[in-house]
Nanobody, 119 residues
Framework: QVQLVESGGGLVEPGGSLRLSCAAS????????MGWYRQTPGKQRELVAY???????TYNDSVKGRFTISRDDYKASAYLQMNKLKPEDTGVYYC?????????????WGQGTQVTVSS
């Protein structure tokens, strides 16, 4: 079992920056792929970025070059540095921990943190 707690959301003007953090408790954080997803009212939750166990990353095209995902396995934490924010980045951001094992999938979510980009 993994518990995830996000922090760092808030209100920021267009062009500004925020850094989201995801603190994990539980065992074996280092074997999970860590991801950030976001959701806005009326839309499906979408992938923002994820980082694999080995450190390779994948980004949604809409955030490439502006967002950076990272992880610190010693601190059992994942981060999302968001720069050059746009109003369309507004949403609830969720942290996700995912791994397959022996035919099963372990998939955990945080409670979400609100990001609002507005002047």
């Amino acid at each position: 079992q993994v518990q995830l707690v996000e922090s760092g959301g808030g209100l920021v003007e267009p062009g500004g920056s925020l850094r989201l953090s995801c603190a994990a408790s539980g065992r074996l954080f280092r074997v999970y792929r860590m991801g950030w997803y976001r959701q806005t009212p009326g839309k499906q939750r979408e992938l923002v970025a994820y980082i694999n166990v080995g450190g390779s990353t994948t980004y949604n095209d809409s955030v490439k070059g502006r967002f950076t995902i990272s992880r610190d396995d010693y601190k059992a934490s994942a981060y999302l540095q968001m720069n050059k924010l746009k109003p369309e980045d507004t949403g609830v951001y969720y942290c996700n921990a995912w791994r397959p094992s022996d035919g099963a999938v372990y998939d955990y979510w945080g409670q979400g943190t609100q990001v609002t980009v507005s002047s």
